[in-house]
């Protein structure tokens, strides 16, 4: 056997073919019938890397008439007599062979066949054929829809016995994957030559791994773009956005990003390179000091994002051309040639990101001849993925900043330079499996236009790697949904914004492995047969199970939590689910899972964040890398960012959380971490330690600061605690939860029939009557209907329950009672007029009814609580209130009200006394001394509780409270303890 120093093989039956090592398990066979091998436009336009990597690994070899490549331990044989292939994984055992000979001419065009294995499942393809995830049995033309709203085919395969297969081609082609042949999956093309890139992987994370290495790796878009964009209703005006902005703002509904459609063009549509602001609806002003106050400038000041829609017909290729000749010198395009430069004058203007519109000059220009000499059949599919790549090579040049370039159709290569959504689909489960085929595809930045009216539209949506909004010629505002959606919306919208931690790290293992975000089943679980074509839901990241628009749930090995309710299963099952309350679908957290958040905000980079809070649900052992950089800049390709090691592992005596010292640096990093740890234990523990010190318990000791303690909060079932991160020099940092003798089982443990509900209301009988009453004075009707829910199944379980129940019903009506005067409200308020309970009682004649008066006299006081909150007709007065609630620290006096509204303080004085029947100056103290009565009695000290509640003086702070309350904060916290 031969070492050969030319992979050139001349067929015995005719033609060429050229085998190539690219990397480690990595092939590529070219042939055609000329031997000389011209490198497709994909390579020479750089959008496909065929450089090869590993000069000293790979060997040619010659046995008889059989060619022998190795690239690492993978082999790859091609038979010199009809070029037939054979690929050997690393364990010599045989992945994929052809069926029969390939071929490839100009009157030909080209093909494969290789054999199936029965029991084979195949995923990949990109955005076609949006029904399923497995191909198995599909036949698929890789062809871009003109009549499709969102089309981006991706010729790449991938194959549960460790195989992938890549077609480096811009024609047209079709992959048969045992449609006309069960056994036989079949790739042709009507033109062109045949190139393929085979892989081999050990599963399908190692095969994205490789195939991105060719493909190009997925962009890490700007940290905001996680968040939530909104594009206006059409015909909207620049007073038009300013408007819909300020109701996120005001409904305190973060959002980042603000869309213009293409109406916002003088001319609408208009795909020049002369295109420019409408002079009416969208005047823009050059003067640095106007600019300030222009449209633009406001919602900079407000933190939003603007991007623009816009379309292109533009002839590409010559600008390509020079640019792959290296005639473009990298900090200059040329005006006559570059297509973004024309763009330029918008991002001055402040624009931070373009969608891309939908249309692609191939069918209106079917058969022109471009600049580069292509036809419109072989640009068809490069065309928009050169668009997206010089808009992002154009952006990143301009503004050294990561662009947001939204487009809705491409093909191979388009996640190295583009963010997609699949389109308005008329299902909407066909929309949530598109964006799964793109991630099994290689493209991680997908989401969908979310149906924004329904609860699992909501549900949905906001659980993808991006969330979007288009209103298009509807009013799809978040505030126009009647009340109970607009509560969901903005429970779902602030739980992703605390999650964003999370998916940015998610984020960047996306951008360095291809392993996406939004994760297909299959990805996770390959062994797993239930998850092949499971459609229906997802992994979010490594740890968030998402089911969308079902009640069937199927939950892989290992132990799950349902995050709204707390309730505990034991894996590898399926589950019917209802949905609770105040939720919009499934969301469970895998065993073991520590999920990093932020506070509240508005909108990225609103706060300097200091505090993590690190969500940790234990288990034998769970670890995460968080992973932080400047958020914009590209920096971290420079290896400027920082990595936090992290770590819980969980038996019956002891939970230990390690987290490790910051690792590296980057432009803005906060020097003083902490982390606020809830970890669910279920059980109050007998001790807790922090790097071997034991801090004291402040579940009951109210005057103990917070900050060197820690508390069981038995509604959640969690320690909570807070600590510092390591300083230079000093060891990691862990935490010991000591367990009680008698601990409940845990996560890996507990069976599904042990599960107790220590979410909304749960945490044992010792607990239940305190989460209920917790439950009541938060004021929210799904959490009340579920902490009640969770009472009454505990008080059930003891005693004979046709006797017991009346005392139950009795104990319920007694806590309700002693809450309403409390709140210094009336019986009769929540009774309905009728306080005598004798009566009420003898009315009840089974448990039915006794739990169904339990749920009206909750509704009730819910209602009552919501009706007895300020109420105005009047958009300042509502905003007022907003503003008092929302910041009570700040400045609130009448004048500076006045100032903010320019009105006359007298003016205001009146009109918010005649919109809510109370003075302005003793709303503000009430809703102060509600505030401070609440943070005196969770431990805060007295200096700390007047600070957070707009005093800058202790004394005069505990002369206001004493005077309010008729008791010093003293003896009230006295009177806590």
């Known amino acids: 056997m031969d070492i050969m120093t030319d992979t050139r093989i001349s067929l015995k039956n005719g033609g060429w073919i050229v085998a190539e090592a690219i990397a480690d398990s990595t092939f590529r066979i070219r042939m055609n019938e000329t031997g000389h091998f011209p490198e497709s436009p994909l390579i020479r336009y750089q959008i496909v890397n065929a450089n090869t ?64 294995q029965a029991d084979e499942s195949l995923y990949g393809l990109g955005n076609v054929v949006p029904e399923r995830l497995d191909r198995r049995g599909l036949s698929v033309t890789m062809w871009a829809q003109q009549d499709l709203w969102a089309s981006a085919p991706i010729p790449y395969l991938m194959s549960s016995r460790g195989w992938a297969v890549m077609v480096n081609t811009t024609w047209r082609h079709t992959f048969d994957i045992g449609a006309a042949t069960d ?60 408007d819909d ?29 002369a295109k420019d602001w409408h002079p009416e609806r969208f005047p823009i002003s050059t003067n640095d000091l106007l600019r300030q106050v222009s449209f633009i400038g406001i919602l900079q000041k407000q933190g939003f994002k603007l991007s623009l829609t816009l379309g292109c017909d533009y002839d590409l290729t010559l600008f390509e051309e020079r640019m792959s000749e290296g005639k473009v010198d990298g900090e200059r395009i040329d005006s006559d040639e570059g297509w973004y430069d024309h763009l330029r004058k918008f991002v001055d203007d402040g624009i931070s990101g373009f969608v891309l519109f939908t249309n692609n000059p191939m069918f209106s220009h079917p058969d022109r001849i471009w600049g580069n000499g292509m036809t419109s059949a072989e640009l068809h599919h490069l065309y928009p993925v050169l668009l997206g790549k010089q808009m992002h090579i154009g952006f990143r040049q ?88 607009h509560e969901l919306f903005q429970r779902y919208a602030r739980l992703r914004y605390r999650l964003l931690p999370y998916l940015y790290a998610t984020a960047h293992v996306a951008a360095k492995t291809g ?46 939590i349902d995050y709204w309710t707390g309730k505990r299963y034991n894996g590898s099952q399926w589950i019917n689910y209802t949905v609770p309350a105040g939720a919009g679908g499934p969301l469970f957290v ?79 990093i906060v020097r003083n971490r902490s982390y606020e740890l809830i970890v669910h234990t279920d059980v109050k523990p007998a001790a807790v330690r922090v790097s071997g010190l034991r801090r004291p318990d402040r579940t009951r000791r109210i005057k103990t600061d917070p900050f060197l303690s820690w508390r069981y909060d038995r509604v959640t079932g969690t320690v909570r605690l807070h600590v510092e991160e390591p300083g230079p020099g000093e060891p990691d940092l862990y935490v010991e939860i000591v367990h009680t003798a008698k601990r409940t089982p845990t996560a890996g443990n507990r069976s599904s029939s ?89 009315r009840l004649q089974t448990t039915e009814q006794g739990y169904e008066l339990l749920q009206q006299l909750v509704g009730r006081l819910v209602r009552l609580t919501k009706e007895r909150r300020a109420v105005a007709k009047h958009s300042v007065v509502r905003e007022m209130i907003a503003i008092v609630e929302r910041e009570p620290d700040k400045d609130l006096s009448l ?41 005196l009695g969770v431990g805060h000290k007295v200096y700390e509780t007047a600070s957070r509640c707009g005093f800058k003086d202790a004394g005069n702070f505990s002369k206001a409270f004493s005077k309010y309350w008729g008791l010093p904060p003293a003896c009230y916290k006295a009177k806590r303890e």
């Not at 949506?461 to 909004?469: H, M, T, V």
């Not at 500076?896 to 006359?904: I, K, N, S």
């Open 515 to 560: 392993m996406p975000i939004t994760r297909a089943m299959p990805l996770l679980f390959p062994d797993d047969r239930n998850c092949r074509e499971l459609s229906t839901q997802y992994m979010l990241g490594d740890f968030l199970l998402v089911a969308v628009y079902t009640d069937q749930v199927y939950l892989p090995g290992g132990n799950w």
């Open 754 to 842: 042990e599960a107790v509900d220590v979410r909304l209301g749960g945490g044992g009988k010792d607990g239940t009557d305190e989460a209920f009453v917790y439950a009541l004075d938060m004021g929210e009707m799904h959490t009340a209907e579920s902490a009640l829910s969770a009472w009454w199944q505990e008080k059930m379980k003891t005693g004979s329950s046709d006797a017991i129940w009346p005392l139950h019903v009795m104990s319920a009506c007694l806590l309700i009672v002693q809450h309403t005067e409390r709140r210094g409200w009336t019986v009769e308020d929540v009774f309905g007029g009728t306080a005598d309970m004798t009566t009420i009682l003898s």
């Open 53 to 116: 990597k590993m000069e000293d690994e790979r060997r040619f070899m010659e046995d008889g008439n059989v060619t022998v490549v190795r690239a690492g331990r993978a082999t790859l044989q091609i038979d010199g007599n009809d070029g037939q292939l054979r690929l050997y994984g690393p364990d010599g055992k045989e992945r994929l062979c052809t069926c029969c000979s390939p071929w490839s001419g100009s009157a030909s065009g080209f093909g494969a066949r290789f054999s199936l």
């Open 183 to 242: 056994d036989i999956l079949s790739i042709e093309g009507p033109s062109g030559e045949l190139d393929l890139f085979l892989f081999v992987g050990a599963g399908y994370a190692e095969l994205l791994e490789a195939y991105t290495d060719v493909a190009g790796k997925p962009q890490l878009l700007p940290i905001w773009m996680y968040g939530l964009n909104f594009c206006p209703r059409v015909q909207s005006n620049a007073r038009d956005v300013l």
């Open 245 to 273: 902005a300020i109701k996120f703002r005001r409904s305190g509904t973060p959002c980042d990003l603000i869309g213009l459609s293409v109406d916002w063009m003088e001319t609408e549509s208009d795909y020049s390179t």
């Open 398 to 485: 301009q503004t050294n900043t990561r662009p947001a370039i939204h487009m809705e159709k491409g093909y191979l290569g388009m996640q190295q330079f583009v963010a997609s959504t699949t389109g308005t689909f008329y299902n909407a489960r066909h929309a949530i499996t598109a964006v799964l085929n793109y991630g099994l595809s290689g493209h991680v930045n997908t989401s969908t236009n979310m149906h924004l009216i329904t609860r699992e539209g909501i549900h949905a949506d906001f659980l993808l790697a991006w969330s979007r909004i288009h209103s298009q010629d509807h009013f799809h505002h978040p505030d126009f949904l009647e009340q109970p959606l």
């Open 895 to 935: 004048n500076t009200m006045a100032e903010r509204f320019a009105l006359h303080p007298f003016h205001l004085s009146r009109l918010f006394k005649k919109e809510t029947g109370a003075s302005y100056s003793d709303y503000v103290m009430t809703i102060r001394m509600r505030r401070a009565k609440k943070l």
């Open 590 to 668: 895998r065993s073991g899972a520590i999920v990093p958040m932020w506070p509240p905000l508005d909108y990225i980079g609103q706060l300097r964040i200091e505090t993590l809070t690190l969500d940790i649900y234990p288990d034998h052992l769970g670890e995460f890398i968080l992973y932080e950089d400047d958020g914009i800049t590209f920096d971290y390709l420079e290896g400027r960012f920082a990595r936090t090691k992290m770590s819980c592992k969980s038996d019956r005596e002891m939970t230990t959380v390690y987290i490790t010292r910051r690792e590296g640096d980057y432009s803005g």
